[in-house]
C-alpha cells in the first residue's frame, strides 16, 4: 500500500458529461501529481501541485482542471467528457517538489460510452 | 526533448535473469526510476539511482546507470512468475520532481 489513496476506482460515464476524480496524498507529502494512462499514449503527466499552488503543466486538455485543497487533498474534474478521454487516471505524491520517488495511488479507470 | 525510450516485450523462463533497458535523453536528470505494474494495479516503485552512481543493488534487483550513453538497465536474477509485469523506466525532467515514463516494458515469465 503506497498510502495515496484514489476514488472512486471506476467511473462510467457519457460523453458531455463532467466527473471528478479525488486524490488522498501520502501524510506528509505536500506535492501531488496527476497522470493520465491509455493503450496508445503511455503514461502523461497532467499537472503538478505544491502546497495548494499549480506548479508544472503537462498535457492537459483545457476541458481538464485540477486544485489541491488546504488539507493537501486534490481533485482533478474532467468536463464535456469525450470518448478519447476513457484512461486510467493516476494521483501520485511525493514530500517536496523535487530529488524524491513518486508514490501511486490505484488509480481511477475512467470509462466514456 | 522528453524522451524515454523502452523495448515492449521481454520474454524470459523462469529461474533466468531478466534485464531490461532504457533509454533517456535529459542528461541532467537527477534521479532514474523503475516502477512495476502488475494488472489492474497501480505503479509499484521498485527501485531508483541517483544519477551520480553506476550501479545500486537491492536483493534480486540490480540497477545499472551508463550517464554516457544515457542507458538504464534493470536486472531481475532468479525471475519468478510473480515478477511478471510491466516495468517502466522514468526521469526526473526538471527541479519541480514530474517524472518522465517510456512506454513500459511487458515481462512475461514462463515456468
Request: charged share 20%.
Amino acid at each position: 500500500d503506497s498510502g495515496v489513496t484514489q476514488t472512486p476506482k471506476h467511473l462510467i460515464t457519457a460523453t458531455g458529461q463532467r466527473v471528478t476524480l479525488r486524490c488522498s496524498p501520502r501524510s506528509g507529502d505536500l506535492s501531488v501529481y496527476w497522470y493520465q494512462q491509455s493503450l496508445d499514449q503511455g503514461l502523461q503527466f497532467l499537472i503538478q501541485y505544491y502546497n495548494g499552488e499549480e506548479r508544472a503543466k503537462g498535457n492537459i486538455l483545457e476541458r481538464f482542471s485540477a486544485q489541491q485543497f488546504p488539507d493537501l487533498h486534490s481533485e482533478l474534474n474532467l468536463s464535456s467528457l469525450e470518448l478519447g478521454d476513457s484512461a486510467l487516471y493516476f494521483c501520485a505524491s511525493s514530500p517536496r517538489q523535487g530529488g524524491s520517488p513518486l508514490h501511486f495511488g490505484n488509480g481511477t479507470r475512467l470509462t466514456v460510452t | 526533448g522528453e524522451d524515454v525510450e523502452q523495448s515492449l516485450f521481454l520474454s524470459v523462463r523462469e529461474g533466468d535473469s531478466s534485464v531490461i533497458n532504457c533509454t533517456y535523453t535529459d542528461s541532467s536528470s537527477t534521479y532514474l526510476y523503475w516502477y512495476k505494474q502488475e494488472p489492474g494495479a497501480g505503479l509499484q516503485l521498485l527501485t531508483y539511482i541517483f544519477s551520480n552512481m553506476d550501479m545500486k543493488q537491492d536483493q534480486r534487483l540490480t540497477v545499472l546507470l551508463n550517464k554516457k550513453d544515457k542507458h538504464l538497465s534493470l536486472r531481475i536474477a532468479d525471475t519468478q512468475t510473480g515478477d511478471s509485469a510491466i516495468y517502466f523506466c522514468a526521469e526526473t525532467f526538471d527541479q519541480g520532481g514530474k517524472l518522465i515514463f517510456g512506454q513500459g516494458t511487458e515481462l512475461s515469465v514462463k515456468p
